[in-house]
């Protein structure tokens, strides 16, 4: 089996993935507490423009509308029935989209979190987990993603779990958390354990890293944490939100600019990031932007905390999880990108 997520790593010094779900679904009449996955097949030509207009402005990796693809996360919709409908037919529209860009474009299968605590903390157990990533998995898979993408997770217990299931399918996987809770998971997990944790996962992952949870300047450091027990061959992953969420006239509105995103992008490269894209709040005219500053980009050797701060100012000023801009509910994005919450956006 081809892995073109490899052979684009060998062919560039990093790689753009795409942006926001929720925030753009949103933007074409997704409401509040609607599963973005349904869309698959009742709004598909939404679902089309959505990672065609990644592609189109610059996106070397598009993410399926699969992320809160589970049984446990369709359950909350009545439709946990239908996983394989609907992760078949997330993956058939981004393969679709990736083909006809007339460049290599990677499609990757989201794979997020449960939404259950797992034991001990919860009912969820280690087996019944892998069952379930892996029924969605099998899915993405037959409808034609190039690698699995485990993503917006909080506890290294259901990481195990979804790495588990993505190693029987043979398939290349990347994993990602949400450090969004004064530099940890919701779960406590720090960025270096993380590194550590996937050198050690019976089955590697091509990459890990970072999505959500924070603006650009919490992101870069994180992406330093990662790097910090980092060997060399390892593949880190950023994905920011569009800057600083906030709350205005009851809704979630994002700081970041064009030149904000631009910034991050450069600096993510700076900091060792291989893999780098937006989370909740980026458009695609930000991706747009970010690929301009990448283009031709030779990236510093190394960047230091003050010189994020340079640009963005001290981080961590906030302690918003990523529950709150992560989910298509009145406090967030999209369908449940959260270990045990809603999603990402």
């Excluded at 790593?9 to 753009?16: H, T, V």
């Excluded at 693809?69 to 609907?86: I, M, S």
């Excluded at 031709?296 to 000023?317: C, M, N, Q, T």
Aim: with cysteine; proline share 5%.
């Amino acid at each position: 089996m081809t892995n073109k997520l490899q052979e684009l790593l060998d062919s560039k010094p990093f790689l753009l993935a795409d942006g926001a779900v929720g925030t753009n679904l949103f933007a074409v009449g997704l409401q509040s507490g609607d599963a973005p996955e349904l869309w698959n097949t009742d709004a598909p030509e939404k679902i089309h423009a959505l990672h065609r207009g990644f592609v189109d402005a610059g996106s070397d990796i598009i993410l399926t509308n699969s992320f809160g693809g589970t049984a446990y996360r369709l359950k909350l919709h009545n439709a946990q029935d239908r996983v394989r409908e609907l992760n078949l037919a997330a993956a058939g529209i981004a393969r679709s989209e990736a083909d006809r860009a007339g460049r290599p474009v990677v499609v990757a299968g989201s794979m997020g979190p449960t939404g259950e605590l797992m034991e001990p903390m919860g009912a969820l157990t280690h087996e019944t987990a892998v069952a379930a990533f892996k029924e969605q998995a099998d899915a993405l898979i037959e409808g034609g993603v190039d690698v699995l993408w485990i993503e917006t997770m909080s506890s290294k217990e259901e990481v195990a779990a979804a790495v588990e299931a993505a190693a029987t399918t043979g398939h290349p996987f990347v994993c990602t958390m949400s450090f969004d809770t004064n530099r940890r998971t919701m779960m406590g997990i720090k960025p270096a354990e993380f590194t550590d944790f996937c050198h050690e996962l019976p089955a590697r992952p091509m990459g890990w890293g970072a999505n959500c949870g924070v603006g650009a300047g919490e992101m870069l450091e994180t992406v330093l944490g990662l790097k910090s027990t980092a060997v060399p061959g390892d593949v880190i992953v950023a994905k920011a939100n569009c800057g600083i969420p906030e709350f205005k006239d009851g809704a979630l509105t994002y700081s970041g600019t064009l030149d904000v995103m631009a910034d991050y992008a450069r600096l993510a490269a700076d900091a060792g990031a291989r893999i780098i894209g937006g989370c909740c709040g980026t458009s695609h005219a930000h991706l747009q932007a970010m690929a301009v500053a990448l283009e031709d980009y030779h990236p510093r050797e190394e960047i230091s905390l003050a010189d994020i701060e340079a640009r963005f100012g001290p981080v961590w000023k906030i302690a918003l999880p990523a529950e709150a801009t992560h989910g298509a509910t009145p406090k967030g994005e999209g369908s449940g990108r959260r270990s045990g919450r809603r999603r990402k956006g």
